[in-house]
């Protein structure tokens, strides 16, 4: 029951990615607003899932998972984002660069996970290097900001975000997979558990 409700929760949060990519793309100016209030939003409801997972946690599992203070961060920023657009609008051009820079990072984890499926000989390694290289190939592009224009780079980034949350959806579907589905000679045992 655990997988499934941190699948349904991953399911939702790439569903949300991806519209904030095509809202990014139909018109990233018009829209500005409306993104930032329902990240906002978004960031409240995520941030509180958080707080609410950390209460049914074991103490000890919970001390580790950090789940309180990254729900009272999301729903700190979130309502900031709320309360507090017109601010977080004047911060987009700088907030762009953040995007690009974390997204840097997460390319860098994402080829590590790579890495690890190719260390452990599974399957799924080719679908995994293809994420990880377009995740930093997109956050050096934004970085870089070869269009010049805000409004184009605004349309990148929600190109980035699209491909990005699909990719993920695919490693996350291929790593749910059963292991005998998977058929990739590994012994999945001491991996695959439902707690």
């Given at each position: ?5 941190n699948?349904?929760v991953q399911?939702?949060a ?6 904030l990519?095509?809202v990014?793309?139909?018109n990233?100016?018009?829209f ?7 990240a ?6 995520v941030g509180?899932?958080?707080?609410l ?7 000890v599992?919970?001390?580790?998972e950090h789940d309180?203070s990254t ?5 700190a920023?979130?309502?900031i984002c709320i309360?507090?657009t ?7 051009s700088h ?6 820079i974390?997204l840097?990072?997460?390319g860098f984890?994402k ?10 000989k599974?399957?799924g390694w080719?679908?995994?290097l ?6 930093v190939?997109?956050s050096?592009?934004i970085?870089?900001?070869?269009f010049?224009?805000?409004?184009a780079?605004?349309q990148?980034?929600g190109v980035?975000?699209?491909v990005i949350?699909?990719?993920?959806i695919?490693v996350?579907?291929f790593?749910?997979?059963?292991p005998?589905?998977?058929?990739d ?8 558990s439902d707690d």
């Open positions: 029951m655990k997988k499934f409700a699948y349904l399911t939702v790439y569903i949300a990615e991806i519209l990519g095509v990014l793309l139909i990233p100016e018009g500005t607003s409306w993104i930032v209030v329902v906002g939003i978004a960031m409240i409801v509180l899932w958080h707080v997972r950390y209460f049914n946690l074991e103490p599992l919970a001390m580790r309180l729900g009272l961060f999301l729903a920023a979130g309502v309360f507090w017109g601010w977080v609008l004047k911060l987009f907030l762009t660069m953040l995007y690009a974390a840097l990072i997460l984890i080829l590590q996970s790579t890495v690890d499926l190719l260390r452990l599974r399957r080719v679908l995994s293809v994420n990880a290289a377009l995740t190939i997109l050096v592009i970085l870089i900001d070869p010049g224009a805000m409004s780079l605004w990148l980034t980035s975000i699209i949350a699909l990719l993920d695919a996350m579907i790593s749910a997979l059963k005998e589905d998977r058929d000679g590994f012994d999945h045992a001491d991996f695959d």
